[in-house]
């Protein structure tokens, strides 16, 4: 598609430059009413440039049009755009009046055109995630957002700052949060409250002054569909370098969000674009589960210009850009007031988030706004397909609930559990054997507990209850515990059958002595008592569970290569997923590249707990590197070989860490590096 930019100003370039990512777009004509900026933009590009847009309207072939004029300019460029023809994309505001940017939306639908509006932040990575979260109550209702968009003392870092301070803080300052809230929310419906304040009238700019009559500081109380109520302050007086710069932070029943920078897009905010904290805790960074793929500002012309071509409406849409101006307009009312003022929503409704498979292979998940030619959103290997392609989707780091620790030790969960589905864990490897199955399931009722068709949660029948009255006993006993329908998979804990002792029930009811005796049955020489029954046996009934809708897969934990080959042999449903000790120290490759072949997903128990390795000096300088921790290494490690490792941890700021592995990778020769570290005859004792 052919585009023209109209505004050769400073941001022009970036536009332009961000363009030539995009094979189907290309740079074909300039405009401005400085001929050399035009000039200069259109040569590396070789594009015509133009005086102006009715010139370049009348002689240039361009299909959609890029308005990065000044404020005052983008509703009658934008408006001659659309009746010459052609799609536009234009910077914000759309306009600076809401009958005009009613309008522009009206001529656009008439023409059959497409328009869209900066900015395209709230299609970041960051602000998708957020929206998910807080649309399946991560932190509860959420009944009070703060929204700050700070932009001050324009005129020590733009090189035009008149034009934005004589159209204020709202126009330019506060669509950004305010594209974010209704991404997230929908529309805006009233301004209960609003006050504006000319803090500072007179201002300096490359040797002279001048002065500004428009509010440069504004707050307002707004109320969004859904009842959400949001403090806006929008200022071009507080500096743009203070530590409230584009930030968005929601309360909700169970807890609070915390985005940093709602305007952010490039991939690289400064911090964690994420923090969450259960009620009552301190912040954490919540990790986005895969690398976060940077948007220039091209993408906003690219998802217009695809729009344009298959009928869709564009991600910032025109409509929702006029429904900003109407809040902007709205807001300005009820200063004037002093009374709530209704907000027009023109048109525009809650929109849908864009597709996101992040909690599931995030190493398959193209960015629909990044070019083709991108790639990966993330540098892990590839999910085994298998040979029908069917390899089951997991989320790519998980959590392991067992409050063993070796010996005669047992650890409290509870909180452990809480905070990993704060920092957005979405797998939890469960059996009935840790004791923990029910604390899981309450709180996955509660407002932490995403939505059951954003979990995977794991099951396991413990050696006892191999015999299919007592496999099935135990699988219908632990789902009700998680207070759930199925399993998304149940596994073999082991793949040896024990002499039956009974029903496990809540084993963390029972003292050590008391569960010792009911899942290790022995003899007197302490040898473990087998069951007469055989894997063939205990596998057909695993199966008859899944034909019966209590398990969406099966799979099998702690076996050999040569165990798995031999249950492949006999099943009729083969498991779709091993989980096996895994870590630098031991890493059973052989028993991974077979289950990799055969399109079965491996999950690394114990990944970080072997003694010494997360001290391992060989560990240490590829951790300084990327400037995380060993943990955070060793974790990687297993994503880019294709395994899923399920972490625990006691310590709060340990389970947000384990999650946070996205933001880096490893190189080929620090792989290898941390591969050299296995040991043939690795033994815990």
């Known amino acids: 598609m052919n585009v023209a930019i109209v505004g050769c100003g400073h941001i022009a370039s970036a536009y332009a430059e961000g363009l030539s990512a995009y094979p189907d777009l290309s740079l074909v004509a300039t405009a401005d009413f400085k001929n050399e900026r035009a000039e200069s933009l259109a040569a590396p590009h070789g594009a015509d440039a133009f005086g102006d847009v009715d010139a370049l309207l009348a002689g240039s072939d361009a299909d959609l049009v890029l308005n990065l004029t000044i404020h005052d300019a983008h509703a009658p460029v934008t408006r001659a755009c659309l009746e010459a023809g052609c799609h536009v994309v234009s910077e914000k505001p759309l306009a600076l009046d809401a009958e005009t940017a009613r309008g522009l939306v009206d001529l656009a639908d008439r023409n059959d055109r497409v328009l869209a509006c900066a900015p395209i932040s709230g299609q970041a990575d960051a602000q998708q995630y957020a929206a998910r979260l807080l649309r399946d109550r991560h932190i509860g209702p959420v009944r009070m957002a703060y929204a700050v968009g700070n932009f001050g003392r324009t005129a020590e870092w733009n090189p035009n700052p008149e034009p934005f301070l004589r159209v204020g803080p709202l126009y330019d300052g506060a669509v950004y949060p305010l594209t974010v809230l209704t991404t997230i929310f929908g529309p805006v419906t009233k301004v209960r409250t609003a006050d504006a304040s000319l803090l500072l009238q007179e201002h300096d700019h490359d040797g002279r002054s001048f002065q500004v009559e428009t509010p ?130 023109v048109g525009f409704s809650t929109p849908d988030l864009r597709p996101w498979t992040g909690t599931t292979a995030p190493h398959r998940t193209v960015h629909p706004l990044l070019p083709s030619s991108a790639g990966t959103a993330d540098a892990t290997a590839p999910a085994p397909e298998g040979p029908n392609g069917d390899a089951v989707d997991l989320p790519p780091v998980g959590f392991g609930c067992s409050r063993y620790r070796g010996g005669t030790t047992y650890v409290d969960l509870d909180d452990a559990m809480a905070d990993a589905l704060a920092a957005g864990i979405r797998l939890f490897d469960t059996a009935e054997l840790y004791g923990t199955e029910a604390t899981l399931g309450g709180l996955l009722e509660r407002p932490l507990g995403p939505p059951r068709d954003q979990l995977f949660l794991v099951g396991k029948a413990w050696n006892t209850n191999h015999r299919p009255e007592h496999l099935r006993a135990a699988a219908q006993d632990s789902l009700g515990r998680l207070g759930i329908d199925a399993f998304d998979c149940y596994m073999l804990h082991w793949p040896t059958a024990w002499r039956h002792q009974g029903p496990l029930g809540d ?82 490759i052989e028993l991974i590249d077979f289950a990799h072949a055969q399109g079965i997903r491996v999950i690394a128990h114990s990944p970080l707990s072997a003694p010494g390795l997360l001290d391992d000096d060989a560990l240490r300088p590829i951790a300084d590197a990327h400037n995380v921790s060993t943990a955070q290494v060793v974790l990687r490690w297993n994503l880019q070989h294709g395994v899923v490792p399920i972490p625990s941890s006691t310590n709060a700021d340990h389970v947000h860490a384990n999650a946070r592995v996205f933001g880096f990778a490893l190189d080929a020769a620090e792989m290898a590096t941390i591969d050299a570290l296995h040991q043939p005859d690795f033994d815990r004792a």
């Open 507 to 588: 084993v963390s009811r029972l003292s050590h002595e008391e569960a010792a005796a009911l899942t290790f049955p022995s003899d007197e020489t302490g040898a473990p008592l087998e069951a007469d029954v055989t894997l063939a046996e205990t596998w057909q009934e695993m199966e008859a569970l899944r034909e019966d809708g209590l398990a969406r897969t099966l799979g099998i934990c702690n076996v050999s290569r040569d165990q798995l080959t031999a249950l492949l042999d006999l099943a009729a449903v083969p498991p779709a997923v091993v989980q096996v000790e895994c870590h630098p120290y031991h890493h059973p």
């Open 216 to 345: 440069d500081h504004v707050a307002a109380t707004l109320e969004m569909k859904g009842g959400t109520l949001v403090q806006l302050t929008a200022s071009l007086y507080v500096p743009h370098q203070t530590q409230h710069f584009s930030s968005l932070e929601f309360h909700g029943d169970a807890g609070s969000l915390y985005l940093g920078d709602c305007g952010n897009f490039d991939g690289n905010p400064s911090g964690p674009p994420l923090q969450v904290a259960r009620l009552g805790e301190p912040y954490r960074p919540c990790p986005i589960p895969r690398r976060p793929a940077p948007l220039s500002y091209a993408a906003a012309v690219a998802d217009a210009a695809r729009a344009a071509s298959n009928g869709a409406t564009p991600s910032a849409s025109g409509r929702q850009a006029a429904h900003l101006v109407a809040t902007i307009e709205a807001i300005e009312a009820c200063g004037r007031k002093g009374a709530p003022v209704a907000v027009d929503p």
